[in-house]
């Protein structure tokens, strides 16, 4: 997932805003300020810089991250489009 992710947003950075650890899980807002070279959930960032928020769960079990609850603030980019 990663991988695809940093070959559409080649300046892709995860910038911590706010992390939380409640064992087994992590909570973090994430901020970016990225420039996505096509589409985006579904919008056409195309090379447009863009700055927006993540809300993300991440679930351990065995050390490895077992599940992950995302929302991304997607009006953010549509308001910068």
Do not use: H
């Amino acid at each position: 997932m990663l991988e695809k992710d940093f070959r559409d947003i080649p300046d892709l950075g995860f910038n911590i805003e706010l992390l939380i650890s409640d064992p087994p899980r992590i909570a973090c807002r994430l901020t970016f300020d990225c420039t996505p070279a096509g589409t985006f959930l579904g919008l056409g960032v195309n090379g447009k810089r863009v700055s927006f928020c993540e809300n993300v769960f991440y679930e351990f079990r065995d050390q490895k991250i077992w599940q992950v609850w995302s929302v991304i603030d997607k009006a953010a980019i549509e308001a910068q489009l």
